[in-house]
């Protein structure tokens, strides 16, 4: 009986192949290397002369405090100084930077109120677009001020009279209750119910207002009130609780903490308020990020090469074709 043998594949096609390929990537990778290597040409020359930093070198915020000011990327000096302060109270020791993009981390953010007054011009129009994010807008821009100043006295509870539902919570930092937090609840109406300008000139409003809350009404035809808004305010009491009772039912509300120098997260609120709801806040210190988006990304464009010493690591150290070898 004959035996059926096996034939043995060549695999020489496929070595050759693959050396073939080998050749073309490596290739690929020494003129990726030339021609990254003529972006850094002129590295050392620009580090002589203060428009580009070693991220890592020492002096870190004197250094980007001088390429800030002859770059001219800032026209106020009170800019660049906070910026170079602020950096040099939050650096410690031994931490390294990957890149230009660590400054707008968290560790170097600065407090809001600070970078108002100790500012220039740039910080300044950023704090307030900042402020009026947290509510601090429209008929409620000047409570800012107030809240600063006098804060007025108001009820934990207040109570809008239309014998309805409650929307109640509470404020804490961290894990304890915050007293004297002044919360704003706003009823929302769907856009085609809201009277433009024109409209509102024609017809008749009714107002019933306290300390603590106003109503708007308006008048149809037949002299019949319909709530147009609702903006009311209460104070957290000792306990860090807040609420507001009796709101009609079947209206969208939304519900915001204002207290200066903090923030507490994003708007709240209900769609339709068919029963008590109930909604929680948690402070923590109204910050900034130490620069702009604009700032960062002018910095980051003309400074691509800033961190030298991430710049050794990839090209100065002649691994990269020893390395690309070891894999065949």
Do not use: C, W
């Not at 993009?101 to 950023?126: P, T």
């Not at 948690?282 to 910095?299: E, F, G, K, M, V």
């Not at 800033?306 to 691994?319: C, D, F, K």
């Amino acid at each position: 009986m004959k035996q059926d043998t096996t034939t043995p594949i060549s695999r020489k096609k496929e070595r050759l192949f693959l050396i073939l390929t080998g050749i073309i990537l490596l290739l690929l990778f020494i003129r990726l290397f030339y021609v990254e290597q003529k972006n850094f040409t002129d590295v050392n020359q620009r580090l002589k002369d203060g428009t580009m930093i070693n991220l890592n070198a020492p002096h870190l915020a004197q250094n980007l405090g001088a390429l800030l000011k002859k770059g001219y990327y800032f026209e106020d000096q009170n800019d660049i100084n906070l910026i170079e302060n602020t950096i040099a109270g939050s650096l410690k020791s031994g931490l390294k930077f990957d890149n230009i993009g660590e400054l707008n981390k968290q560790r170097f953010n600065i407090n809001a109120d600070q970078a108002f007054e100790e500012g220039g011009e740039s910080f300044k129009q950023r704090v307030t677009v900042s402020r009026s994010l947290l509510g601090y807008t429209g008929d409620d821009s000047v409570r800012f001020i107030q809240e600063k100043s006098n804060p007025p006295a108001l009820p934990a509870t207040t109570d809008a009279g239309l014998d309805g539902s409650t929307i109640s919570g509470k404020i804490f930092n961290k894990k304890l209750p915050v007293s004297g937090v002044l919360v704003r609840l706003q009823m929302i109406l769907p856009q085609d119910s809201i009277y433009n300008d024109e409209e509102a000139g024609l017809i008749k409003t009714q107002a019933k207002q306290t300390s603590a809350y106003k109503l708007v009404y308006v008048l149809d035809d037949k002299g019949q009130k319909h709530l147009q808004s609702i903006i009311a305010f209460s104070r957290t009491d000792g306990n860090g609780e807040y609420a507001f009772k009796n709101l009609p039912a079947n209206k969208a509300f939304e519900v915001l903490p204002l207290q200066p120098g903090f923030q507490f997260g994003k708007t709240q609120g209900t769609e339709n308020l068919d029963g008590d709801e109930t909604f929680n806040f948690y402070q923590s210190p109204h910050t900034i990020r130490l620069l702009s988006a604009r700032d960062y990304n002018i910095l980051k464009k003309k400074n691509r090469s800033s961190s030298v010493h991430r710049l050794n690591l990839i090209y100065g150290t002649g691994q990269l074709l020893p390395a690309f070898l070891r894999g065949f």
